[in-house]
Every structure is written in structure tokens, then in C-alpha cells.
């Protein structure tokens, strides 16, 4: 299996996690979006928070060049740490919500 294999593998099991989430005093699902072969994975939160309607990206990753690419986290501890623990190197994981001057004071690849 090559490394793009893997994280594709990878990815969609540790989002899977993300998919049992139950919210407390609210109707509100994850749901997910995979396009394997673009290389994007997008979980959405959605449904009602008493009156009002919840619609939001939760969770958004892109494999491009032979990386994995962060654009959304709205998760509490940081994907980036699952992916880590499961086998992707940090050093192939892109943190792309931060500006490219913050990303090298990470222990994640700039870019």
C-alpha cells in the first residue's frame, strides 16, 4: 500500500470517531463527506439546537502533494494529534487554518 493509500485509510477511520459523537440538549448529527479519489474529507455538524438551525463544518482535510492538509478543526484536543497516533508523521501533516508564518512554529510541516 503507498503512503497516499495509507492516509486515505487513515483518515477515514479516524474520522469515524467523529461520526459517534452525541451531542448534549440538542438534535444535531456529524455527517460525512468523502471524496477519496479528489483526496478530501469534510464532516458537517448538522441539525437543531432548540430553535435554531446548527450547520457547520466540523472537520476539514485535504491530501494534496503527499500531504495531509488541516483547513478545518473544530474539534476540542486537534485532529492533527489523531492522525499523529495513527500512524501519519507529523511531519506530513499541514496545519492549513494557521497563516504560513505560524505554521513553522509548529511541530507540523509549513507546508
Not at 40 to 67: A, T
Request: charged letters at 20%.
Amino acid at each position: 500500500m503507498d503512503t497516499t493509500t495509507s492516509y486515505h485509510t487513515i483518515i477515514e477511520q479516524v474520522l469515524t470517531k467523529y461520526l459517534e459523537i452525541e451531542y448534549a440538549n440538542s438534535d444535531i448529527h456529524n455527517e460525512p463527506i468523502c471524496d477519496r479519489a479528489a483526496g478530501r474529507y469534510v464532516v458537517i455538524s448538522s441539525g437543531w439546537q432548540g430553535v435554531r438551525r446548527v450547520h457547520r463544518c466540523l472537520i476539514h482535510i485535504n491530501i494534496q502533494d503527499g500531504k495531509v492538509w488541516i483547513q478545518r478543526d473544530g474539534t476540542e484536543h486537534g485532529i492533527a494529534h489523531d492522525l499523529v497516533a495513527a500512524g501519519i508523521p507529523s511531519d506530513h501533516i499541514v496545519l492549513g487554518f494557521h497563516t504560513p508564518s505560524t505554521r513553522r512554529h509548529t511541530n507540523f510541516a509549513a507546508a
